[in-house]
């Protein structure tokens, strides 16, 4: 850089530099933007530059305005200051000594010191008098923009330097005395939270300000967007303003396009007003579905280990998830259990970060609990551009710095520069948005300074050559430092953490091939929160998971608008001192992305995909893509629409274990009696296998579901199988919460309490004696595979004498498929338009010929009552109905099982035992109780509360809704959530219909009031009769036929 533009806004307009060429080198990599640091009028650089001393000038200009700077005259006499500087050793603190005597008079600030908002930095231009600041701040804007780079500007107007109507720095409160600042509610102080004289965006002008100033900015300037300091010390409605006023820029009217304007902040939630104390502050928690960014320390933190607020010791003890937490321990740790616990814990931070910080992205954390980013604090936004994932910046130490404490002291140069790498590749492979500190991707240090916001061009220097990357320039400041120096000063004297040229640019171009990764594949870049829901998962998750180790796929199926560049994409951060291998998608055909295939990293020699599945060397990310296939995309499973099934090895493959939705709410259940077993393969489907297909991770082979524990599994296309280990007999349920319908979470509960009290005596019933021909001029029979096809007396429908035709036959569990027919076989009914499900009559048309047999799934072994209405149509050929509606309900059968008294208990009765349900027939339980008027809770249970225990789901996490005069599907168990209804006062009859002992029905129905026709279909005949006989009572049979 020539030297007049040394320092100034010049220097981005000066092409050719070194400096401009690592730009456009980063530019053609995929860098987007530049983000300066303040840049308005600073308070605390003198402008006069006759008047300012900087590391350049000789000794004596320091002498001359500093008296305690005499010796160094004496003993460096005509030397410049940065020559002295470089004359002590790397771990002295005779640096920090002298650049404490030089910081109040150099060029250098970050400049969070505001004094004239709307005005550019004086000190940065030619000539700070006249309009050189105007024109050059603008010809920066130009430079960078030609540099195919876009500008951030740094903004500060949560604090002024200074208040009150003596300082000279004082502006705002000689406007308006007491307004533009927020003020000590005890004693009326001007608040000095943020480090110096807070502002009141609060207030309707200080918040007019800020967006009035925004605006100019973009508009004069030419700004492309804004990082707002302290950002959560604004209202979230100023910085909502600020967006629109923004976007509502125009090239026609402004010279701008707001609609590409950027704007975040950091949304860090404390002081005064914290917890929104003042007003909805503009802080993480509050800025979801704002379409405003702020910066995420959850991967910061997970990343770098620890927290911002760490010393000496403290900086050792927390590894981070790059420098060895517990797969690699330094000399403060030994693999601990604890540690163990931090290291899961930070991956799931990372893989949360990494999906764009969506609180709603759901995955399988370290408890092996289906949870969501928001569950476990780690997501907050609800856009992928809402969160900014960094690892380091301009605050606390340098990513190169921080992870020098964390490494075990024998760690080498080349592993430190790897694990440095792995960094950035997390950061850069993340979707949202990603901002890298400069010299990051060049292993730049500060030489350990935590704080170098004053700490002069010494501590913040940046080789742009890539020769020196400012390690071991001596101990920082004391200020900040001084409580870590022990650490440190071991630290600077260790030659394995001084990298060299060679490996800064090794650095360089590994993180320019992560930045080439992103910008050429759109996946990494989605932009919809739900296709990163959708698209993006994880493996390698929970407690057995491998520590150290993020794989993540993203799912390159074709939609009507996206067609991604590949058909899949598998990201694996092995941040592990050892090579892993992960058997996933051995029968898939994966290669390196093209730009690590170029690649002169070494390492990526031993990056592989084959049979055995992904191969990744220690400290390494590889990125392995698929060929598009053009599949179209099919997320999630219609649940709402069509029927699950459990099928599998434990029945055949076959479509009769339906699950039912409990109440109105996203869980689905399905009790099976299983024998003991290994290895049982299943899915969850629907009987077409593509409405519903639910499964294991898409080419991970059978996934393993263990009893009494949560898997997550994957819905759509293609998924593999599911696998279960049963070690005792007995009836399991399957419980699936469907909330996320792509990745709904799996748990199999080896206790269901199914104790409702069984039928006496046996299955079936006289016949009637009625003309068993009539209606079809035949007899007719249940003709299948249970009986060779023949037309067995044993399986006769009988004339009922109301219409209808039933029997009763013990079936055992299994797949039935059969017609109803003549001996004859005329009259030949099968073949329905749906699936055949227990307790719902499906239309039996006229059928023959292959493929048109009724299969039914038999779900357990049990009486079942087969009913079948003829229609009133016939066909002229034989005068026979042309069509059936069959209905084929459970009759339990005493099996033996313990049975108990349910009764109705809830809050309107004390919880006791004062309402006994009455077994009304083999299914039906009713009571009627005297209710107050409220919202109560209730259930249906027994004595025990285990042989019978009926309500919501047992993961619901709340009571579940029950409606009055309708029908609700209870769940059965151990500790299911409770029920709960609205009652006005007065007697209300409860009804359960116990058909399925896991899942019965609850019918709540005002005594004296209106009766659902749900309510009143039971199933079989003898119950239809039982309740005709009720209602003639009330002399109201015809409300009984049309109801059935």
Known sequence: VPEAQRGKYGAFASSGSDGTNHLAALAAAGLTHVHILPAFDIATINEDAAERVDIVDPIEDLCAVVSAAQSYCDQ?????????????????????????????LDSFNWGYDPYHFDAPEGSYSSDPDGTARILEFRQMVMGLNDLGLRTIMDTVYNHTNASGHLSDKSVLDKVVPGYYHRLDSRTGNVLRESCCDDTAAEHAMMGKFIVDSSVHWARAYKVDGFRYDLMAFHPQSTMEAVGDALSALTIADDGVDGSTMYIYGEGWNFGEVGNDARFVQARQDNLAGTGIGSFNDRIRDAVRGGGPFDSGPGHIDNQGFISGLYVDPNGNNAGSADELSSALSAADRIRVSMAGGLADFGFIDASDNLTTGGAIGAGYTADP?????????????????????????????????????????ILTLGQGVPFMHAGQEMLRSKSMDRNSFDSGDWFNFVDFTLMDNNFAVGLPPSGDNSASYIEIAQILGLAAASPSPTDMMDAFDRTAEFLQIRNSTELFRLREASDVINRVRYYNTGSEQVPGLIVQGIDGCVDANF???????????????????????????YMLHPVQQASADPALADAFHDASGFNVPARTVAVFVEAQSNANCSFGAAFSDNTAFLTGDFNDNGFYNAMVQVGDTNWYEGTLALDVMADQRYRIQSPDMSAIDCGGPTGGGPFFTPVDAFSTIQCGSGPDQLSLDIAS???????LDTGNSINPSLVIRSQVGTGFPF??????????????????????????????????????????????????????????????????????????????????????????????????????DNCYNFEAVPSANTLPEDNAPESLELTISVKPLDTGEPTAQPFVRGGFNGWGEGNPLTMVDATRFETTININAGDWDFKIASSDWATVNCGGPQDLGSSMSTSVDGDTTLSCGQNPANLTANFSTGDYKFTIDASNRANPTLTVTPVGGPTSAASKRVGRQSDIRAEASRYNDAETPELQVTGY
């Open 759 to 860: 039928a006496a005596g046996g299955c079936g019933f006289a016949d009637p004696g009625n003309d068993n021909t009539a209606q079809f001029g035949e007899e007719m029979f249940l003709r299948g595979n249970f009986t060779g096809w023949a037309a067995d007396p044993m399986w006769q429908l009988l004339n009922m004498g109301d219409g209808t035709f039933q029997s009763e036959f013990e079936l055992t569990a299994g797949n039935l498929v059969f017609k109803i027919a003549g001996a004859d076989w005329s009259p030949e009914y099968g073949a329905p338009a749906g699936p055949m499900m227990t307790g719902e009559p499906q239309d039996i048309p006229r059928a023959s010929g292959p493929g048109t047999d009724i299969t039914y799934g038999v779900a357990e």
């Open 385 to 425: 551009q809402e969160i900014v994932n960094y690892i380091s910046s301009h605050d606390n130490e340098t990513l190169w710095d921080i992870a020098q404490y964390k490494h075990p002291f024998g760690t080498s140069t080349a592993d430190r520069v790897r694990a440095h790498v792995v960094g950035n590749a």
């Open 76 to 104: 460096f006499p005509g030397q410049s200051i940065a020559d002295i500087l470089d004359s002590y050793a790397g771990d002295s603190s005779d640096q920090q000594a002298l650049v404490e005597l030089l910081r109040g």
């Open 563 to 589: 067609t991604p560049e590949y058909g899949s994409v598998v990201t694996v951060i092995n941040a592990r001192p050892d090579d892993q291998v992960i058997d996933l998608f051995g029968n898939h055909s």
């Open 729 to 735: 007999a007995g009836k399991y349920k399957f419980a």
